[in-house]
């Protein structure tokens, strides 16, 4: 290994493993940089990584101090890198169980393995490779797991600065085991200024299973270069659902009601692009995380929870001074922030949905641009891509929850699941119990978005916003659901949220800050606070309750026409969801039994109130007792 020299090779010597040692010269050998580059938690290696990720062109400095910008590769609006590439993303899988689970797209390992090192020989060449240290969770933790992260790319090392805690030094306490996970990743050959990926038809993502570790070559996108984002996720859903604690796509915030002086901390998971950041960032309350939560049974009886990660890669897209204040905050204001594939004028960055006038022209993620530009297919460019993204730490935030690094996570009251969801479920629902909550969780459906390569606008289940990373089967992640909340002394109520509901014109039901109410309702009722009305689908809530709720924390005047439209039940929209459900998990051959029991008791229960009412709509005043 010429390519790494004293300096370096002693930094990882310093680790005593003989497992990083191999990891090392195995990917050295097969990807052929010429410069290897370790990286301890040392404040002057991490600064090298800022530093060489602007030095390389991959990121440039914009106005405000430690701000920087990054672009993705983009050829055409059906053709660009702006997004996970779920296609692309396979499980390597013993030869067996291959195609064996209908939602994931799996690949007979040796196949995929000989695949991805033929693409990945030389892959570096010409460039420098980074190795680096992290600690997925907070340190002297249970929950935690460490990750080794080799990358080409300054931008997806800078990136895990801000987004993961430091390994360096925990790597030395692992003892020479092998107990972490590993992820591999190239650019691959790289073309134009700023440098992007060239030949997107070689990009993967290959999750392989057995060995702890992903491969990841020919693209940037965070979602797919980041190891320790959603390829970690993947490796965790395996290992949590062999075991006995839950790896899922959640945030995580503490929720603060005005006047009572207690905090009851919620997690959420929503599919990427349908308010989960901006949930998790409600004018005031606190955060935790935004993506990713590990949680375990605890001692205290509740479930505990971390935010593997410390900091927000975040969409931004109509996040403005009115509708996302704390964080339309937090990106004009000078800090170091990462914004990807926005629209950079005179050094100030403009994205879709920010409330300021769009300039006629500058620099995006299609490189020169104006008002009138298209692609090569005549499809208009926006000005920035509807996918495009900030990174910043979390510390940073005025909101940051005090827990973030509390090795013991915060015990969790509540959870909500959302989609995006025009036309069928109700703004707020809260289920009967923990087995329903887990079936309102599976039942997750919504319109698919930008977060995505692929048509946008399409229907699709989404149980608990996490099916883009199971590498299980879905049988076997929803009876480790009902399992972990039977274990529990006091487990978390379970709420549906859906804040997409349009009228028949098309436009919202709801205004943007309306998720507040909603989730101030779902604290009081963990409190018993507030009444509820039984529906066939699970509880809503009173129309007075939400009125004063809208006045107190928004000062709005709800109007009871509102509540009726929001609120009504839809029996024939529930049923036709019913049967969508039902043709999707049929397919699966391991189901708990609890699903099917509740969803014909529900079917039978919806075609009752059908038959009786002879309505489309069914006002929530006609279920009140
Ligand atoms: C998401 O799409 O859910 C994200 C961003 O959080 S990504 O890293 O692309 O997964
Ligand atoms: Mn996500």
């Known amino acids: 290994m010429e390519a790494i020299d004293r300096n370096n090779l002693d930094k990882l010597k310093a680790l005593n493993n003989k497992f990083v040692l191999k990891i090392v010269i195995e990917f050295v050998t097969l990807c052929k940089p010429s410069k290897v580059i370790v990286i301890t938690d040392s404040e002057e290696d991490i600064a090298y990584v800022r530093h060489r990720a602007v030095e390389l062109g991959e990121e440039a400095r914009l106005k405000l101090e430690g701000h920087t910008i990054h672009y993705d590769g983009f050829f055409t609006m059906a053709n660009h890198d702006q997004a996970r590439d779920k296609g692309n993303t396979q499980v390597l899988v013993p030869k067996e169980q291959e195609y064996s689970y209908p939602w994931i797209n799996t690949m007979e390992r040796e196949k995929g393995l000989n695949e991805i090192m033929e693409i990945m020989d030389g892959c570096m060449e010409g460039h420098e490779c980074v190795i680096r240290f992290f600690c997925l969770g907070p340190k002297n933790s249970k929950f935690s797991i460490l990750a080794l992260q080799i990358t080409d790319s300054y931008y997806v090392a800078h990136s895990e600065d801000l987004l993961y805690r430091a390994g360096y030094e925990e790597f030395k306490k692992l003892n020479g085991s092998n107990n972490f996970f590993y992820f591999i990743h190239s650019s691959g050959n790289l073309f134009g200024d700023p440098p992007v990926t060239k030949d997107l038809e070689k990009r993967r993502i290959y999750v392989d299973l057995q060995e ?62 349908c308010g ?72 100030t960055p403009y994205w879709i949905g920010d409330g300021r006038l769009i300039p006629d022209n500058g620099i995006n993620f299609s490189g020169s641009w104006n008002k009138d530009k298209k692609d090569k297919d005549g499809r208009v460019i926006p000005h920035a891509h509807p996918n495009a993204r900030y990174t910043i730490g979390i510390e940073e935030l005025e909101n940051a929850d005090p827990n973030l690094h509390n090795p013991d996570g915060v015990p969790i009251h509540g959870i909500f699941y959302g989609g995006r969801d025009s036309d069928t479920m109700p703004p707020v629902l809260e289920s009967i119990d923990w087995e329903h909550g887990v079936f309102l969780g599976a039942s997750i459906e919504s319109e698919t978005t930008s977060a995505t390569l692929g048509t946008e606008g399409v229907r699709m289940q989404q149980p608990m916003a996490n099916l883009d990373f199971l590498v299980v089967s879905l049988g076997k992640y929803l009876k480790n659901h009902q399992k972990f909340g039977k274990r529990l002394k006091y487990p978390p109520k379970v709420f549906a949220t859906n804040y997409f509901l349009k009228n028949k014109d098309g436009k919202y039901l709801n205004g943007i800050l309306d998720k507040l109410i909603w989730v101030i309702w779902a604290e009081g009722r963990i409190h018993n606070e507030f009444e509820a009305i039984m529906t066939p689908i699970g509880y809503i809530p009173k129309y007075n309750d939400l009125k004063s709720l809208f006045k107190q924390y928004l000062d709005k005047e709800y109007k009871q026409e509102d509540y009726i439209k929001q609120f009504s039940i839809r029996p024939n929209k529930l049923l036709e969801k019913q049967i969508r459900i039902e043709n999707m998990y049929i397919k699966e051959k391991d189901m708990p039994a609890f699903f099917w029991y509740i969803l ?11 038959d009786k009412y002879s309505l489309e709509e069914i006002s929530p005043f006609l279920f009140e007792k």
């Open 600 to 610: 014909k008791n529900q079917r039978g229960e919806l075609s009752r109130i059908k």
């Open 276 to 347: 989960k950041t901006s949930t998790a960032m409600l004018p005031g309350q606190t955060i935790v995380g935004d993506d990713i939560a590990y949680l375990r049974v605890w001692d205290d009886g509740y479930a505990h929870t971390v935010n593997i990660e410390r900091g927000i890669f975040g969409i931004i897209k109509d996040v403005n001074a009115k509708d996302d204040p704390v964080i339309f905050e937090a990106l004009t204001t000078p800090r170091e922030t990462i914004f990807s594939n926005v629209l950079v004028k005179d050094g």
């Open 212 to 273: 702890r570790r992903v491969l990841s070559c020919f693209n940037q996108y965070a979602g797919n270069s980041v190891g320790l984002k959603k390829l970690a996720l993947r490796l965790a859903i395996h290992k949590s659902n062999n075991e006995d604690w839950l790896a899922e796509h959640y945030f995580i915030m503490g929720v603060h009601p005005k006047e009572k002086n207690r905090t009851s901390f919620f997690c959420g998971a929503f599919p990427s692009a």
